[in-house]
């Protein structure tokens, strides 16, 4: 990552935030993949970036786990206070649904 960012000659990552420069970078490995040949791509937009930028067709699939196990699943980890581990779930969701909104607004 640090080679891509500061030392690769794609230029057109330099001087993005961390999260830009990881989402183009993430973005032309799944281009890349889906020329290939058929690909299963776990996460990144991948479904999105491939319905924008190739003529690649997409299943997109969408797994939740019900909160409560989520929770239930985290307290097994981490083994802390179930009020306190449902905060942080849910902080989580609302932390991804962010940042998917924020790269799905660049496609």
Do not use: H, Q
Request: contains cysteine; glycine residues 6%.
């Amino acid at each position: 990552m640090y080679k891509a960012l500061y030392e690769g000659k794609d230029k057109s990552i330099y001087g993005k935030s961390l999260n830009e420069a990881v989402y183009e970078l993430e973005k032309e490995t799944i281009i890349e993949l889906s020329g290939r040949g058929d690909s299963i791509i776990i996460g990144r937009c991948a479904g999105d970036v491939l319905r924008e930028f190739t003529d690649s067709k997409v299943i997109k699939v969408f797994i939740l786990a019900p909160l409560e196990y989520r929770v239930k699943r985290k307290l097994e980890l981490n083994d802390n206070d179930r009020k306190k581990t449902s905060v942080i779930v849910e902080k989580m969701d609302a932390n991804r649904k962010n940042i998917m909104n924020t790269l799905l607004k660049k496609l």
